[in-house]
T-cell receptor, first 113, second 108 residues
Framework: DSGVTQTPKHLITATGQRVTLRCSPRSGDLSVYWYQQSLDQGLQFLIQYYNGEERAKGNILERFSAQQFPDLHSELNLSSLELGDSALYFC????????????FGPGTRLTVL | GQNIDQPTEMTATEGAIVQINCTYQTSGFNGLFWYQQHAGEAPTFLSYNVLDGLEEKGRFSSFLSRSKGYSYLLLKELQMKDSASYLCAVRGSYIPTFGRGTSLIVHP
């Protein structure tokens, strides 16, 4: 158990819908990262938040957005869902920044039908 | 940009030693991570190298050569539970970029 929690574990929805994925980092960790992992793409970095502020952006689509709240939990919002968005979405946290070891949550498996 | 290459799949025998290679091309270098990921589970941290040389941690060791853009993960005394994907992640300027991973199959 990494100490990072993610909900829900599984999510099945239809194309065009919107979903919200939630993440609680390890106690004391200030950075939260979101990743997408699909079979053909590997682990792709989406976005990082540090202490409530957006710090770095990766290959995140405009249909996706995220935020980190004052209690440091984070949400990833995916809208206008497409079949290709089906993937495992991981949240990770680290003490400070990406120079530190990242602790990954169990992931949310999103299936878009 | 960054380019990371790892073999897609490797097989080895229980009790043996296996070396998983990772080569990279990156503008700037600020460290290389190795993570282990069992199927359907979260990646877990194995090692971090920022200077050249070998870092040993129990049955696992990781080596880095910055001049050659090369790293390897060495797994000794293989166990069945070591069957997993091994991800090499290179930190160029800021966020680490993950390779596609090497799927290691350990058979009896």
């Amino acid at each position: 158990d990494s100490g990072v929690t993610q909900t829900p574990k599984h999510l099945i929805t239809a194309t065009g819908q919107r979903v919200t994925l939630r993440c609680s980092p390890r106690s004391g960790d200030l950075s939260v990262y979101w990743y997408q992992q699909s079979l053909d793409q590997g682990l792709q970095f989406l976005i990082q938040y540090y202490n409530g502020e957006e710090r770095a952006k990766g290959n995140i689509l405009e249909r996706f957005s995220a935020q980190q709240f004052p209690d440091l939990h984070s949400e990833l919002n995916l809208s206008s869902l497409e079949l290709g968005d089906s993937a495992l979405y991981f949240c990770a946290s680290s003490v400070e920044g990406p120079e530190d070891e990242q602790f990954f949550g169990p992931g949310t498996r999103l299936t878009v039908l | 940009g960054q380019n990371i290459d790892q073999p897609t799949e490797m097989t080895a025998t229980e009790g043996a030693i296996v070396q998983i290679n990772c080569t990279y091309q990156t503008s700037g270098f600020n460290g290389l991570f190795w993570y282990q990921q069992h199927a359907g589970e979260a990646p877990t941290f194995l090692s971090y190298n920022v200077l050249d040389g070998l870092e040993e941690k129990g049955r696992f060791s990781s080596f880095l050569s910055r001049s050659k853009g090369y790293s390897y993960l060495l797994l000794k005394e293989l166990q069945m539970k070591d069957s997993a994907s091994y991800l090499c992640a290179v930190r160029g300027s800021y966020i680490p970029t993950f390779g596609r991973g090497t799927s290691l199959i350990v058979h009896p």
